[in-house]
């Protein structure tokens, strides 16, 4: 089958690969019908997240058929021929943080665990092709992929809803949903979000089903501005605007209720010193991660407010500015996306039409163009805001 | 889940190993204080060189009379070692350029060094052999009840499906079992085991018979976790490393390092109780076999070969 693999830093290319098999006795193998490069795939393309192989297969947010199931699984639960989505993190549905609805933090799922525990202290859920802390599990931009205890995992789609408009529940759109489930929105509540790419976009949608009165949008990209722009909310591009002055002027001196970072460790500033500093940190590798829209969220938000962070870091950063976060009884809050947890409630919002997902995707390629797809979503080309693969 | 090794506390009380620490003090004082005196004592002039490398070797047998006495360890006893050649070799080439003064002196010094050495030989040799037996803990909690958790583990036959080591576990009566495991370096190693406790639901303890590859004993306790999060369980297990410190050090090399097998053998069993079989992934597919995890394949589909070799 044809697979789009990582072959070294800022590189990807379509292989021949094997065609996936069962490996476990709960596995499925779906055959793709859409999958997506996410924002994410490009901390990896960079080579900002270690234990990267060549060959490794990228991927983690796809959709397919079911064309086999292993023996361990009822043919109540999941049968060849289903429509499925998957979600990007791995979950058994029986350890303890499985149980607590944590199903990125599940016990059981990462091959790696002894490695994944020594980044980050307790070990993580296994993602598909997101590297071999991870698990090192073959991603899902190719024709096939294995999905593992698919009983558990895989949901399925009975309507006839368009892949469009479920493709995103296997990863963004539970992850902004999350951004802003995490911001505990009150009546009345001002959030701002810190990035207007697919996952900012979907954290402001979702803001505003639950509620807040107004959503404000950073960014620099004019047309990820206008995007946000076109739905009613307010917006501020960093590159000629003092963000925290600007804040402070849309809420009366208050600062946002609540700030959701949904851009993660490789995040640009508009005052160049600054950038520069963590720049040169993160080459020399004393800093894994550049985090201004975090410090900028947190030096921003209200006394009293919450900050949600659904951008990814990996590792250690420099200068956490931990007195405005005590002093000002600020909540951090934070998680690689419990997709499983949202995934049925937000089919059901977009069944009823309250959240459009299609809003956001930009570019439809085949699979063997995924390289193509890659330089225009990482280099901002062509007003690039989401690309979907049809393999 | 945490792991520890037994201290190396029991050197605190060895009498030869405090004595070697205080003579190292005894030597170390004056040598550093009064260079010049000890050098001429020993009958080898007081020129510069002379005085700056007997404080030089004041200052080591300082370091290694703290270690010995604060901090006891054999890697101090084969410091000391090292440091006696070293002695042993100024002290010749003194012999040799001596001028004529002091000479019974200097090779009455060195004779002593000769004896100092053959006792650090012997302490750090039989000192190091008494600190290889290893003891491991590790635990992990399982979110299932007491007496289920116990009765997966119970069944020893099953052991192989999640310790990376074990090759094959046969009950061969009411109490007692035969052990294959692979060692580093390719080997084999068996050994008969008798079970020496065994309470449904609380604990199982076992230990090797006479005639052991190697001698072994672990035990492995089920407690009720708080908040009904299932089973904590608690592995104790203490062996005789074959090849003493050098092979210890040679199995880390070769990324076997005990404390992490274990735990991953740990998280193999909870991976089993929990979901029913340990997962796997394109990238690590040997499932149990942690050591075929370094180096890893691909995160990609396996080649019929590979898959071939990963399900056998």
Same mark, same amino acid.
């Given at each position: 089958?044809?697979?789009?693999?990582?072959?070294?830093?800022?590189?990807?290319?379509?292989?021949?690969? =094997?065609?996936?098999?069962?490996?476990?006795n709960r596995d499925a193998i779906v055959k793709?019908?859409?999958?997506?490069?996410?924002?994410?795939?490009?901390?990896?393309?960079?080579?900002?997240? =270690?234990?990267?192989?060549?060959?490794?297969?990228?991927?983690?947010?796809?959709?397919?058929?079911?064309? &086999?199931?292993?023996?361990?699984?009822?043919?109540?639960?999941?049968?060849?021929?289903?429509?499925?989505?998957? =979600?990007?993190?791995?979950?058994?549905?029986?350890? +303890?943080?499985?149980?607590?609805?944590?199903?990125?933090?599940?016990?059981?799922?990462?091959?790696?665990? !002894?490695?994944?525990? $020594?980044?980050?202290?307790?070990?993580?859920?296994?993602?598909?092709?997101?590297?071999?802390?991870?698990?090192?599990?073959?991603?899902?931009? %190719?024709?096939?992929a294995r999905v593992v205890l698919a009983d558990a995992n895989a949901l399925k789609i009975e309507s006839d809803l368009t892949d469009e408009q479920v493709l995103f529940l296997s990863d963004i759109l539970p992850t902004g949903y999350m951004g802003a489930d995490m911001c505990d929105i009150q009546e009345g509540d001002v959030v701002a979000v810190w990035g207007a790419g697919p996952v900012g976009q979907f954290a402001m949608d979702s803001a505003r089903v639950l509620g807040a009165e107004k959503v404000i949008a950073i960014d620099k990209e004019p047309y990820r501005l206008d995007m946000a722009a076109a739905q009613g909310y307010t917006t501020i591009n960093f590159e000629d605007t003092d963000?925290?002055?600007?804040?402070?002027?849309?809420?009366?001196?208050?600062?946002?209720?609540?700030?959701?970072? +949904?851009?993660?460790?490789?995040?640009?500033?508009?005052?160049?010193?600054?950038?520069?500093?963590?720049?040169? $940190?993160?080459a020399v590798r004393s800093e894994t991660d550049r985090p201004h829209a975090l410090r900028q969220a947190i030096l921003s938000c209200r006394s009293g407010g919450v900050v949600s962070?659904?951008?990814?870091?990996? @590792?250690?950063?420099? $200068?956490? =500015?931990?007195g405005a976060w005590m002093n000002r009884s600020l909540t951090l809050r934070t998680g690689q996306c419990h997709v499983h947890k949202y995934m049925k409630p937000l089919l059901g919002l977009i069944e009823r039409g309250k959240l459009d997902p299609t809003r956001i995707i930009t570019h439809r390629l085949p699979l063997t163009e995924a390289p193509t797809g890659y330089d225009l979503f990482k280099n901002k080309k062509d007003h690039c805001e989401k690309v979907v693969l049809k393999p | 889940m945490k792991t520890a090794t037994?201290?190396?506390?029991?050197?605190?009380?060895?009498?030869?190993?405090?004595?070697?620490?205080?003579?190292?003090?005894?030597?170390?004082?004056?040598?550093?204080?009064?260079?010049?005196?000890?050098?001429?004592?020993?009958?080898?002039?007081?020129?510069?060189?002379?005085?700056?490398?007997?404080?030089?070797?004041?200052?080591?047998?300082?370091?290694?009379?703290?270690?010995?006495?604060?901090?006891?360890?054999?890697?101090?006893?084969? @410091?000391?070692?090292?440091?006696?050649?070293?002695?042993?070799?100024?002290?010749?080439?003194?012999?040799?350029?001596?001028?004529?003064?002091?000479?019974?002196?200097?090779?009455?010094?060195?004779?002593?060094?000769?004896?100092?050495?053959a006792t650090d030989v012997y302490a750090a040799v039989t000192r190091t052999r008494r600190s290889t037996p290893m003891e491991l803990t590790a635990t992990a909690t399982v979110a299932q009840p007491p007496d289920d958790v116990y009765a997966l583990w119970s069944d020893l036959q099953r052991l192989p499906d999640f310790m990376a080591h074990l090759d094959e576990v046969r009950v061969t009566g009411p109490r007692t079992s035969h052990w294959r495991a692979s060692a580093p370096f390719g080997k084999t190693v068996e050994w008969d085991a008798e079970t020496t406790q065994d309470i449904?639901?609380?604990?199982?303890?076992? *230990?090797?018979?006479?005639?052991?590859?190697?001698?072994?004993? !672990?035990?492995?306790?089920?407690?009720?976790?708080?908040?009904?999060?299932?089973?904590?369980?608690?592995?104790?297990?203490?062996?005789?490393?074959?090849? @003493? %410190?050098? !092979?210890?050090?040679?199995?880390?090399?070769? @990324?076997?390092?005990?404390? *992490?097998?274990?735990?991953?053998?740990?998280?193999?069993? $909870?991976?089993?109780? &929990?979901?029913?079989?340990?997962?796997?992934?394109?990238?690590?597919?040997?499932?149990?076999?942690?050591?075929? &995890?370094?180096?890893?394949?691909?995160?990609?589909?396996?080649?019929?070969? &590979?898959?071939?070799?990963?399900?056998?």
């Open positions: 089958m044809k697979a789009n693999c990582w072959t070294g830093r800022n590189s990807v290319e379509v292989q021949d690969v =094997p065609d996936p098999s069962i490996l476990n793709i019908t859409s999958t997506a490069i996410c924002g994410s795939d490009l901390h990896l393309l960079d080579g900002y997240v =270690p234990t990267m192989e060549k060959g490794d297969i990228m991927g983690h947010e796809f959709m397919g058929e079911v064309v &086999e199931v292993g023996p361990g699984i009822s043919d109540g639960k999941l049968r060849v021929g289903d429509r499925v989505v998957v =979600p990007f993190p791995i979950a058994c549905g029986a350890c +303890a943080s499985c149980r607590a609805e944590l199903y990125s933090c599940c016990e059981n799922t990462n091959p790696n665990a !002894g490695i994944s525990e $020594k980044f980050f202290g307790h070990p993580t859920a296994g993602i598909y092709g997101y590297s071999h802390l991870t698990g090192g599990f073959a991603g899902g931009q %190719a024709e096939y963000v925290r002055s600007a804040l402070l002027e849309l809420t009366g001196g208050r600062g946002p209720d609540k700030c959701i970072d +949904a851009v993660g460790m490789e995040a640009t500033h508009g005052a160049s010193h600054v950038h520069l500093y963590d720049r040169a $940190k993160q962070v659904i951008g990814v870091y990996g @590792g250690v950063i420099d $200068k956490f =500015p931990a | 037994r201290s190396t506390s029991h050197l605190r009380q060895d009498p030869l190993v405090r004595g070697l620490g205080w003579a190292s003090a005894l030597l170390g004082v004056p040598q550093v204080l009064a260079p010049a005196g000890f050098a001429r004592a020993l009958g080898v002039g007081d020129a510069f060189r002379h005085r700056s490398a007997t404080t030089a070797v004041g200052v080591r047998e300082l370091a290694a009379a703290t270690g010995l006495l604060a901090r006891p360890h054999p890697a101090w006893l084969w @410091g000391r070692v090292g440091g006696d050649l070293m002695d042993l070799t100024m002290l010749t080439r003194a012999l040799k350029n001596h001028n004529g003064r002091g000479l019974g002196r200097t090779a009455a010094a060195t004779a002593a060094v000769t004896a100092i050495t449904p639901g609380r604990l199982i303890a076992w *230990q090797s018979v006479d005639g052991a590859d190697i001698d072994n004993a !672990g035990e492995v306790r089920f407690v009720h976790a708080p908040g009904n999060r299932g089973t904590e369980i608690r592995v104790t297990l203490r062996y005789d490393l074959p090849g @003493g %410190a050098l !092979g210890k050090a040679a199995a880390r090399y070769f @990324g076997e390092e005990p404390h *992490q097998q274990l735990d991953d053998d740990l998280r193999r069993f $909870k991976q089993i109780a &929990e979901t029913g079989e340990v997962v796997r992934s394109e990238g690590a597919p040997g499932g149990k076999r942690a050591r075929g &995890e370094f180096p890893q394949h691909p995160a990609r589909p396996l080649t019929e070969d &590979e898959l071939k070799e990963a399900l056998a």
